[in-house]
């Protein structure tokens, strides 16, 4: 199994642009999550989809946040107007529900974000 | 809200020492406990998962334990080796759902 894949693995843009970050779940996973680390916060949960529906968003900061998942094999980040303190490594993680006693999640490699 | 702690922050062994690294939790009803590695610039790699219900699992060198009652899990490495330098995340699952809290972590320095 290739794993989660996150594409780019870096990105540098500057202030008020939209920055898009993608996401390959692993195949047949069901669940699929966002997070973001940083120094300062550590890893929070941004937003996470169950089949490929939005469960639960509340760790989305700002309006300037989207996250979408069109189908089972594909999710977006968005920011729009990104802004310098949105700089963090963001990382896309699945899980599968069936092992539920015994779903650990896997991560992707993360993208680092820089705004400048 | 679940807040989880990891003590020490870094640890540096000399190799072959065992490692012992502490995470605590506040609130003590978990569905389960997870404890992660992360290299610099890379992911997070899961190494054990304890279920509610169990008190330890095992892998390798790798041990976690799991106390609820006193909120603390606790993962040992036997035998450290240079390789295992990096950072280990412990990360509580609430019940009802699939979010994770997870720990700042310590980072581990092994020295050869």
């Known amino acids: 199994d290739a794993g989660v894949i996150q594409s780019p693995r870096h990105e540098v843009t500057e202030m008020g642009q939209e920055v898009t970050l993608r996401c390959k779940p692993i195949?047949?996973?069901?669940?699929l999550f966002w997070y973001r680390q940083t120094m300062m916060r550590g890893l929070e949960l941004l937003i996470y989809?169950?089949?490929?529906?939005?469960?639960?968003d509340s760790g989305m900061p700002e309006d300037r946040f989207s996250a979408k998942m069109p189908n089972a094999s594909f999710s977006t980040l968005k920011i729009q107007p990104s802004e310098p303190r949105d700089s963090a490594v963001y990382f896309c993680?699945?899980?599968?529900?069936?092992?539920?006693?015994?779903?650990?999640?896997?991560f992707g490699n993360g993208t680092r974000l820089t705004v400048t | 809200k679940q807040e989880v702690t990891q003590i020490p922050a870094a640890l540096s062994v000399p190799e072959g020492e065992n490692l012992v690294l502490n995470c605590s939790f506040t609130?003590?009803?978990?569905?389960?406990l997870q404890w992660f590695r992360q290299d610099p610039g890379k992911g997070l790699t899961s190494l054990l998962l304890?279920?509610?219900?169990?008190r330890e699992q095992t892998s390798g060198r790798l041990n976690a334990s799991l106390d609820k009652s006193s909120g603390r899990s606790t993962l040992y490495i036997a035998a450290s080796q240079p390789g295992d330098s990096a950072t280990y995340l412990c990360a509580a699952r609430r019940r009802n759902d699939y979010k994770l809290s997870f720990g700042a972590g310590t980072t581990v320095t092994v020295r050869a």
């Open positions: 989809f169950n089949n490929n529906v939005p469960i639960d």
């Open positions: 609130d003590s009803a978990i569905y389960n």
């Open positions: 304890i279920q509610s219900s169990q």
């Open positions: 993680a699945s899980s599968q529900s069936r092992q539920l006693d015994n779903s650990p999640l896997h």
């Open positions: 195949s047949g996973h069901d669940y």
